[in-house]
């Protein structure tokens, strides 16, 4: 399936060794992992900071256990290495994937290039803090709230 | 300057709504230019509100914590005219839903939502959705807090929550400020009840696992007391626990109350305090500011003092008896003296429940305009509320109302029902439910035999999906399909009120729709002729058991 990542509107070639699943990599634990949606991140702990890549797996497109698994490996467990979207991933997923901390996606929907550079401009503002790390509309209140008080102390 | 006593949405609510409107435009487009199947574009369509019934598309409109300003009723009223046939129908989620949309014209009916801060995101799909709270919230006299102060941090937290957005099943909150529980938080995917602990903290019970539909549950309490700043906390970890390991093989089985049920309260409430153990420290945890911020935009609206007592109520009430009754049923104690609480009733004797045309929609905005705040409800049970009117204004209201047809004095009696749209409007229905609610109302419609009868809850379900509650119903009625023909259960004695929530028992076999009536008369005959002082029919159920009323609609039918 073409892959894609943020910075090109054409597909990209994949890199790096080959995705072990989990169940073989816990054998031979490499720098590429791929997890089925209901296998545990934390599986991956002893030795994340060797990853490179961490593959997750949508079965159907409405199956969003793997955002929640994204979540956990990139907040919790703190891996900074890529974090790949594969199977049933389409372009109106993207500004939840992008939040869950996703940074390469397999699709083959068409046009999905053009939806990937366009997606992070799709909403200015987030209710909910996630893995992108944006500023959220309750700290942006109260940073306005806060300001004019700052500045009289100054 | 806000025309409202709630939440008003400042530049980052409105920059988001406006953004998704034309998110939602895109997606329409695409859809009609054929790039996107049915089935990719049904979950996005539905999380913005749009269903595919029997006939046409559905738009069912979020009314947060069923709160709506006159403005935002006028506006309804006027896409109703606009993109409808000039009529909407309330629901018990304190939703509005228009039933004669065109796919085409979606877009713009949202745009035109948003106009008023309103929008129809998450009103539908695996979602969480929008979250319901006491129809009498910020008026009530037992009220300990608002509670849709929190439900508008919830609204804002879980609207377009980029982890939440695919779950197994749709995910339901409520939320109660009152000991009586008027948003019945017991039979949601999670209620919250507020409440004051014995060091005067005020907190929530977390319930978690209540649920309608073809496997109905009473919710379980997860957590006894969370303090008030922790919600969102615990509420990320009962939904990454449910997003989680939510069934996913069995849609009938994907609600998180068979997740409770299949591995027990107690090991759910061991993974949700493991989970959120892990992040109740993290941003989630709610700024006492961002509270207090929330708080203010619900901060009473500035009641000039009324007298209690008015001569014209008192004479009105000796003239004309239906007013006394309306008085009785349709009107409940405001917190302060010198108010009450009115409810308009929408379920006129032979109306279909819940149904207000555009007329009527304008006609209840002009009386909050003139005598309620500008402010209007939407309860669960299909009524509206006037939350703030003085009682030397209640003639006028009440006269107002009668010229509307949303007078009648029936407020929690036999025929103010609770119905779903059935199979009139809805692709999942077996049978009807508004004509059968239309003939008993008809067959009950004296208001003085009615307050005679008392309270007493009908419900009325089309399908096992439940969506007119029948399982709470003190009379529960549930529509089957036996090879092709409508018929319907009766069962008796469920409950919504807190501490006394319960699910109905079946009587016995289904009954043909032509003699529903009948049935429901022998079950009122048998309670009227058995009750003691001051029992309501549900009491006297429990009290004398299943026999006597079966008896009698066997016998009638």
């Not at chain 2, 914590?65 to 129908?89: F, M, N, P, W």
């Not at chain 2, 695919?166 to 949601?188: E, Q, W, Y």
């Not at chain 2, 957590?223 to 990320?236: G, H, I, Q, S, V």
């Not at chain 2, 996913?248 to 998180?256: E, G, T």
Request: proline share 5%.
């Amino acid at each position: 399936m073409p892959l894609y990542r943020e910075g090109s509107l054409q597909p990209v070639d994949a890199t790096g060794p080959a995705p072990l699943p989990l169940e073989e990599w816990l054998k031979a634990p490499m720098q590429a992992v791929s997890l089925a949606n209901t296998d545990q991140p934390d599986a991956l702990s002893m030795r994340l900071s060797r990853l490179k890549l961490v593959v997750l797996h949508f079965p159907k497109f409405t199956d969003g256990r793997a955002y929640s698994q994204a979540r956990l490996l990139r907040g919790r467990m703190g891996y900074r290495g890529e974090l790949r979207a594969t199977g049933a991933v389409l372009r109106d997923q993207l500004p939840f994937l992008l939040r869950c901390g996703f940074d390469s996606f397999e699709s083959d929907q068409p046009g999905f290039g053009v939806a990937l550079a366009r997606a992070r401009s799709l909403f200015s503002v987030v209710y909910q803090g996630a893995e992108d790390n944006r500023a959220t509309v309750a700290l942006l209140r109260l940073r306005q709230h806060r300001q004019p008080a700052e500045l009289a102390a100054d | 300057m806000p025309d409202t006593h709630f939440y008003h949405y400042d530049k980052y609510d409105r920059t988001l709504l406006s953004e998704r409107v034309e998110q939602f435009r895109d997606q329409v487009r695409r859809r009609l230019a054929g790039e996107l199947t049915e089935e990719q574009f049904k979950p996005l369509r539905l999380t913005n509100g749009l269903y595919l019934q029997l006939h046409a598309y559905m738009l069912r409109i979020a009314i947060p914590y069923g709160t709506l300003s006159s403005r935002q009723l006028r506006q309804l009223a006027a896409i109703a005219r606009k993109y409808d046939k000039g009529y909407g129908h309330f629901t018990t989620r304190q939703n509005l839903q228009l039933n004669w949309i065109r796919l085409e014209d979606a877009p713009d009916a949202v745009a035109m939502l948003a106009e008023v801060d309103m929008h129809s995101i998450q009103t539908s799909g695996n979602v969480v959705r929008n979250t319901t709270a006491d129809h009498f919230a910020g008026a009530a006299a037992d009220e300990i807090e608002d509670p849709r102060v929190w439900c508008e941090i919830v609204r804002q937290w879980s609207t377009l929550h980029p982890e939440f957005s695919f779950l197994p099943r749709k995910f339901k909150i409520a939320i109660t400020g009152s000991p009586n529980d008027r948003a019945a938080v017991r039979i949601h995917d999670v209620g919250l009840r507020l409440w004051r602990n014995e060091q005067g903290e005020t907190g929530f019970e977390v319930i978690v696992g209540g649920g309608l539909g073809r496997t109905p549950m009473i919710g379980k309490t997860v957590r006894a007391f969370l303090p008030k700043d922790e919600m969102l906390a615990y509420l990320e970890a009962v939904l990454r626990v449910y997003n989680r390991y939510g069934r996913r093989d069995n849609l009938f089985k994907a609600r998180i109350k068979i997740l409770v049920h299949e591995i027990g309260i107690e090991k759910m409430r061991e993974e949700v305090e493991a989970e959120y153990a892990a992040i109740k420290d993290s941003a989630l945890k709610l700024d006492p500011q961002t509270i207090e911020a929330i708080a203010a935009h619900f901060a009473p609206p500035p009641l000039p003092h009324r007298p209690a007592i008015s001569g014209e109520v008192e004479r009105l009430k000796l003239e004309e008896p239906d007013f006394a009754l309306w008085l009785k049923s349709n009107t409940a104690p405001h917190k302060l003296a010198g108010y009450r609480i009115v409810t308009a009733s929408l379920k006129p004797a032979g109306a279909p429940p819940g149904d207000a045309s555009s007329v009527q929609m304008e006609g209840v905005a002009d009386i909050a305009d003139a005598y309620s705040q500008s402010e209007v409800r939407v309860s669960h049970e299909q009524n509206l509320v006037l939350p703030h009117v003085a009682v030397e204004d209640l003639p006028a209201v009440y006269r107002a109302l009668a010229g509307l047809g949303f007078a009648e004095a029936n407020v929690g009696k036999i025929t103010d029902i609770i119905a779903c749209p059935g199979l009139d409007y809805c692709a999942l229905a077996n049978a009807r439910s508004i004509p059968v609610a239309q003939r008993i109302s008809n067959h009950f419609a004296n208001l003085a035999r009615q307050h005679d009868i008392g309270d007493l809850k009908v419900k009325i379900s089309g399908c096992i999906n439940a969506c007119g509650h029948h399982h709470v119903g003190h009379i529960g009625i549930l529509g089957v399909d036996k090879n092709g023909v409508e018929l319907y259960q009766i069962s008796l004695g469920g409950d919504v009120d807190f501490g006394k929530t319960a699910l109905g028992d079946i009587i016995g076999p289904a009954v043909a729709a032509d003699r529903i009536v009948e049935a429901v008369d022998a079950l009122v005959r048998t309670y009227l002729d058995r009750r003691e002082e001051g029992e309501r029919f549900v009491d006297a159920y429990r009290r004398i058991g299943v026999e006597p009323f079966k008896e009698s609609v066997y016998a009638a039918v």
